[in-house]
């Protein structure tokens, strides 16, 4: 899911989406993605891809912000 208010969601990811790739560098699981953004702090900018559920990619520079709370 996309939490609302985040770098995510204001970029226009929505539930479905599926994001490929975290700085050009491919993201094919879960697991990936975690170890792409262990790399990164609050304020860095990034640029995601992400296929959307009518299978089109978009691609969007954030700036992260701190991870909610668990």
């Known amino acids: 899911g996309v939490i609302d208010g985040t770098p995510a969601a ?3 990811l929505t539930f479905g989406d599926t994001i490929t790739a ?7 699981s879960p697991t990936a993605l975690t170890a792409l953004m262990a ?12 296929v959307d559920q ?3 990619s978009h691609t969007a520079t954030l700036r992260l ?6």
């Open 65 to 70: 912000t701190a991870a909610p709370p668990a």
């Open 10 to 12: 204001s970029a226009g």
């Open 39 to 50: 790399r990164h702090r609050a304020g860095d900018r990034v640029q995601l891809t992400w």
């Open 22 to 28: 975290l700085d050009g560098q491919t993201v094919n």
């Open 54 to 56: 009518s299978g089109t």
